[in-house]
């Protein structure tokens, strides 16, 4: 998977990577910038979601679909679709020209709007990745948990450098018996949840 990355999807990681690196350093206001996950935890969700049990793949928080990209490897592996929640319209725009130009369109359902009003009927989730707008966390993990199946994935990012901001969050998650839980040092800090 990770040795076959195909041409189209290599030229568009690199493209949004050399956009992220800039928007960091050259003023971009936050709301407009990619905000994306580094390339090693994308390596680390493609290698998760390739390992997931059985059942449907989502990702809350698209941006410009770098992340997607690195999910979207391992449906390529499976033969299964992914589906990804994008709330901002800019956001959307780049993650549809990034889906047609990767070329990996048919293993994506880009649904436009806040996750939180689709996610009470996504049924039999196997894996999912949050990355969305931090306030959000928890609304998300309430409403994913009890959809996920046996063995489920849910995987969230920032759980080291927000770590202050997700404090709340991640405390339920570690004490909640209906999943396993702890937090991976590989970029921003992963927070893995495994449903018992
Ligand atoms: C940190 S960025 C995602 C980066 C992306 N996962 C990547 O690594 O390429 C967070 C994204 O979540 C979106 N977002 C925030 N709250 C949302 C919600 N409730 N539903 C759907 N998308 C949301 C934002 O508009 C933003 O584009």
Same mark, same amino acid.
């Given at each position: 998977?990770?040795?076959?990355?195909?041409?189209?999807? !290599?030229?568009?990681?690199?493209?949004?990577?050399?956009? =992220?690196? *800039?928007? @960091?350093?050259?003023?971009?206001?936050?709301?407009?910038?990619?905000?994306?996950?580094?390339?090693?935890?994308?390596?680390? #969700?493609?290698?998760? &979601?390739?390992?997931?049990?059985?059942? !449907?793949?989502?990702?809350?928080?698209?941006? $410009?679909?770098?992340?997607?990209?690195?999910? $979207?490897? $391992?449906?390529?592996? !499976?033969?299964?679709?992914?589906?990804?929640?994008?709330? #901002?319209? *800019?956001?959307?725009?780049? $993650?549809?020209?990034?889906?047609?130009?990767?070329?990996?369109?048919?293993?994506?359902?880009?649904?436009?709007? =806040?996750? @939180?009003?689709?996610?009470?009927?996504?049924?039999?989730?196997?894996?999912?990745? #949050? =990355? &969305?707008?931090?306030?959000?966390?928890?609304?998300?993990?309430?409403?994913?948990?009890?959809?996920?199946?046996?063995?489920?994935?849910?995987? &969230?990012?920032? &759980?080291?450098?927000?770590? =202050?901001?997700?404090?709340?969050?991640?405390?339920?998650?570690?004490?909640? !018996?209906?999943?396993?839980? #702890?937090?991976?040092?590989?970029?921003?800090?992963?927070?893995?949840?495994?449903?018992?």
């Amino acid at each position: 998977m990770l040795h076959n990355i195909p041409e189209p999807v !290599r030229k568009r990681m690199n493209f949004l990577e050399k956009i =992220d690196k *800039e928007d @960091r350093v050259d003023g971009t206001p936050r709301m407009q910038r990619l905000r994306q996950i580094p390339p090693e935890t994308g390596k680390f #969700l493609s290698i998760i &979601a390739a390992s997931a049990p059985k059942g !449907r793949f989502i990702e809350i928080g698209t941006s $410009a679909g770098y992340s997607t990209m690195w999910i $979207a490897l $391992a449906c390529m592996e !499976r033969g299964n679709k992914m589906k990804t929640f994008e709330i #901002l319209k *800019e956001k959307i725009k780049l $993650a549809k020209e990034t889906f047609q130009q990767s070329k990996l369109e048919k293993y994506i359902d880009l649904v436009e709007g =806040d996750a @939180r009003d689709y996610l009470k009927g996504e049924k039999g989730i196997s894996f999912c990745f #949050l =990355d &969305a707008k931090k306030e959000v966390y928890e609304d998300c993990y309430d409403l994913v948990v009890p959809n996920m199946v046996k063995g489920g994935l849910l995987v &969230a990012d920032n &759980a080291i450098n927000l770590y =202050d901001t997700l404090k709340p969050m991640i405390d339920k998650t570690l004490i909640d !018996r209906r999943v396993d839980a #702890l937090i991976v040092p590989i970029g921003k800090g992963e927070l893995v949840c495994r449903k018992i």
